[in-house]
């Protein structure tokens, strides 16, 4: 009898399991088992748009890294790279990206500029054993602290801006103040001095340790004055490239011990073009960018020259070179500008027109409306930007600013 309900039990147990297992069992079961894990070869699987991409970033966020925002610097620089990844990855060709050893290091500054720590900063100045030689060739020794600075040119005074708090600054050039479109308004207002202003009862007051001068853009008084009060004088160089404007950076940041922050700026300046660059190669594979002729307009149409910095970056982004060529005479002649008659540019007839300077919507309206114009197929085609000249002559970091115009003008 025990061993009767021994084998009952038995079976109800089993019959109970086998219950619960045929009602919890994957219905699904019998059909074949599905690879869940996604292989890196097989992205292009994944639907891939384009314009997904933030490749050109909001002029805001830009401008404000130029500013010396490191936590916006290291956002931007990433985001930059990985687009770039992306891009190569979906067999893009020509897409620029910072060698990798230059990615990392720019991290790495960034932990080390967010961890607060001074030491880090005047660790790098004094590493570098040698001395930075000035425009005169004048050295200047880094083992001296300096705390108090005086930029006597708007190319000083946006790195400075960048690189150190406004308290640290005595005095700003003439007409800075009015600029806060392009520098941030409470760094301006911070620092209550400007040129005019800057007589030698306020340098007493604010006596700078060091004064950041050029020998092109410097007012020879103020350098005089300087020079008699025994103020160290650094002459900066003359701008004319992208290299210029870094080398410059650089110095001035060993200079007000700050070699970190302006190496980390000076990369950012870097992965900033090489961006832009990537987002023209986006455009070109899309359909070829059309004859394009970039003038700047004051009171007259001209062309940029050899020795301005639009002519720079007109160069690395290849316009106007072939319409220059063989045409126009002027257009390679060293100076600021060559001038050019509205005749020409009806003969170039550009399918797109790019107009630099300081204009407004009636002076915009007025120049399209001309009838000696009208035959230009960017007029006819509406294809016509106005872009504001002032970044454009801004021989400092935000040059920047101006290829981006360009660059995004182009791609509109």
């Known amino acids: 009898m025990r061993m009767s309900s021994f084998f009952t039990y038995a079976f109800f147990s089993a019959f109970l399991a086998f219950w619960w297992i045929a009602a919890f069992k994957n219905p699904n079961a019998h059909e074949p088992k599905v690879n869940l894990s996604v292989s890196v070869n097989k992205s292009n699987n994944l639907p891939f748009e384009i314009q997904n991409l933030s490749l050109f970033p909001d002029r805001e966020f830009l401008r404000k890294?130029?500013?010396?925002?490191?936590?916006?610097?290291?956002?931007?620089?990433?985001?930059?790279?990985?687009?770039?990844?992306?891009?190569?990855?979906?067999?893009?060709?020509?897409?620029?990206r910072l060698d990798r050893q230059l990615f990392l290091r720019s991290q790495r500054i960034v932990r080390l500029l967010e961890s607060n720590e001074r030491g880090f900063e005047a660790k790098a100045t004094l590493e570098n054993n040698a001395p930075i030689i000035d425009d005169r060739g004048f050295p200047h020794d880094l083992s001296i602290l300096r705390q108090k600075?005086?930029?006597?040119?708007?190319?000083?005074?946006?790195?400075?801006?960048?690189?150190?708090?406004?308290?640290?600054?005595?005095?700003?050039?003439?007409?800075?103040?009015?600029?806060?479109?392009?520098?941030?308004?409470?760094?301006?207002?911070?620092?209550?001095?400007?040129?005019?202003?800057?007589?030698?009862?306020?340098?007493?007051?604010?006596?700078p340790d060091?004064?950041?001068?050029?020998?092109?853009?410097?007012?020879?008084?103020?350098?005089?004055?300087?020079?008699?009060?025994?103020?160290?004088?650094?002459?900066?160089?003359?701008?004319?490239?992208?290299?210029?404007?870094?080398?410059?950076?650089?110095?001035?940041?060993y200079l007000v011990g700050k070699p970190l922050k302006a190496e980390l700026l000076t990369i950012f300046i870097d992965a900033a073009l090489q961006n832009c660059d990537n987002c023209l190669e986006i455009r070109k594979s899309l359909s070829p960018l059309e004859k394009t002729l970039v003038t700047n307009y004051y009171t007259h149409f001209s062309l940029p020259g050899k020795q301005s910095l639009t002519y720079s970056i007109l160069s690395r982004l290849r316009l106007n070179n072939k319409l220059g060529e063989g045409h126009h005479p002027f257009f390679h002649r060293n100076g600021y500008t060559a001038p050019l008659s509205e005749e020409e540019i009806v003969f170039f007839n550009p399918d797109r027109l790019i107009i630099l300077g300081d204009l407004n919507a009636s002076l915009e309206a007025c120049l399209l409306s001309k009838d000696s114009l009208r035959g230009v197929s960017a007029i006819q085609s509406k294809q016509v930007s106005f872009i504001p000249e002032d970044v454009q002559w801004t021989p400092s970091q935000f040059l920047v600013l101006a290829y981006y115009d360009l660059a995004k003008a182009l791609c509109d």
């Open 65 to 96: 890294a130029l500013l010396g925002d490191i936590s916006l610097i290291s956002k931007l620089i990433v985001e930059w790279d990985i687009n770039a990844d992306l891009l190569i990855n979906e067999g893009y060709s020509n897409i620029k």
């Open 210 to 253: 060091i004064a950041f001068v050029s020998k092109q853009y410097s007012n020879p008084t103020c350098v005089d004055i300087l020079s008699h009060l025994g103020i160290e004088i650094f002459y900066t160089p003359d701008i004319l490239s992208f290299e210029d404007i870094k080398k410059a950076i650089q110095n001035i940041g």
């Open 149 to 207: 600075f005086f930029p006597q040119t708007y190319m000083a005074a946006s790195i400075l801006l960048s690189l150190v708090e406004p308290e640290n600054i005595s005095a700003l050039p003439k007409g800075m103040k009015a600029q806060s479109h392009i520098y941030a308004s409470e760094q301006l207002d911070a620092i209550h001095l400007e040129f005019d202003r800057f007589t030698s009862e306020s340098l007493a007051i604010n006596f």
